[in-house]
């Protein structure tokens, strides 16, 4: 009986915390309601969304993507990869500190889109041109309010920086400048840079095991993690690198994310080198402290809290802080068959990057290689 009233009790309570803060972001300001969804816990989401997607639907019309000086409110920085490179970890931390604000998840969207919203990579979203893009910053202007300042009253309520993460930007230089440009001349020479490179037979290792896993959780043909599977069985990666990789880096070698030269080439022809920071995935996962303080010196802003050890098969953080004593390498190998095939080809322009960055006057070590299985 006594369990029972406390269940009850506990009912009551998340029905007046859910009242509370629909009418906190109803009255006040509901655009901003999106970032709750990230913050509380899962049952809490729905029945704010639900208020939200109804709210939203009777002030669509008085809305505008333009702050009041007829600019458009697209964000003024890009972490743009590479992809499986510890970008989750470094947007979480930075859209957790209040300090920057992330993209609106519009109805039948997946829910990571507020961290990475696909437009230059996507061509379907990209054809649809800058005002489908500043629709989903367009809150961003009026607030990026998280529940958790009620008890800050000091907090400010307006994020010195907004952010796309998608990590698959990285192949889009021209596609950011042609934009931008559109978006006045002020937004171009604004716009902030972050890239975070990884050793890139680490990172094909790495995106073989996430293809897998999204394979699982939607085992369609024809999607872009289809080809990890052939006659209803996965690829090994020697098999994915034979069927797979080596018909892009032979065919394609300017479309691959790993070639990080020929990728930086573009964005230094396109950006000013002092708004483009490059970080190491190695320094990353070595020195998280030092990575950080190296984003707060580049944005001029003190973001707070801490980087998170993020997992990408549950698609959250193990809530732990992220610690130069805690430092682990992936836990990836290869064989020595995939490595004989993959080296030569990474290793030559890993050079050519390394002679690239010196030349632009960037501090870069040069990458941990992946281990190697024996026998």
């Known amino acids: 009986m006594k369990h029972h009233h406390s269940i009850l009790q506990l009912l009551a309570l998340q029905s007046i915390l859910v009242f509370f803060l629909l009418h906190l972001y109803s009255d006040r300001n509901i655009e901003t309601a999106k970032y709750i969804d990230y913050d509380i816990p899962y049952s809490l989401r729905q029945s704010i969304r639900a208020h939200r997607q109804l709210s939203l639907s009777d002030t669509k019309s008085s809305t505008s993507h333009h702050t009041t000086d007829n600019a458009y409110t697209i964000p003024n920085l890009l972490l743009i990869g590479a992809q499986k490179a510890g970008t989750t970890s470094l947007a979480q931390w930075m859209f957790d500190s209040g300090d920057v604000c992330s993209g609106e998840v519009f109805p039948n969207e997946p829910d990571f889109y507020n961290k990475e919203t696909h437009f ?216 020595e068959y995939s490595y004989s095939v993959l080296n030569p080809i990474f290793e030559q322009y890993n050079e050519e990057l390394y002679q690239f960055l010196e030349d632009n006057q960037y501090t870069f070590p040069r990458f941990e290689k992946i281990a190697i299985e024996r026998g």
């Open 120 to 335: 230059f990579n996507e061509q379907k979203r990209y054809e649809q041109g800058i005002e489908f893009y500043a629709k989903r910053f367009e809150h961003c202007s009026k607030g990026n309010w998280k529940w958790w300042q009620l008890f800050q009253p000091d907090s400010k309520k307006k994020s010195s920086y907004i952010m796309d993460a998608t990590p698959n930007t990285l192949l889009h230089a021209k596609k950011v400048h042609t934009i931008y440009n559109q978006a006045g001349e002020d937004a171009l020479s604004k716009l902030k840079l972050i890239v975070i490179l990884r050793e890139p037979i680490s990172r094909e290792v790495s995106l073989y095991h996430h293809k897998k896993a999204e394979y699982l959780n939607n085992p369609q043909p024809n999607e872009w993690h289809s080809h990890i599977v052939q006659n209803n069985t996965f690829l090994t990666f020697d098999e994915y690198v034979d069927s797979h990789l080596i018909k892009i880096l032979s065919q394609k070698k300017k479309r691959v994310d790993g070639i990080y030269v020929y990728q930086l080439k573009k964005w230094l022809t396109y950006f000013e080198r002092k708004n483009l920071l490059i970080l190491s995935y190695d320094e990353l996962s070595r020195s998280p402290e030092r990575v950080q303080n190296l984003v707060r010196e580049f944005l001029g802003v003190k973001l707070s809290g801490c980087l998170k050890y993020w997992n990408a098969v549950t698609s959250s953080d193990e809530g732990t802080c992220a610690s130069s004593s805690r430092h682990e390498r992936s836990g990836y190998t290869v064989s």
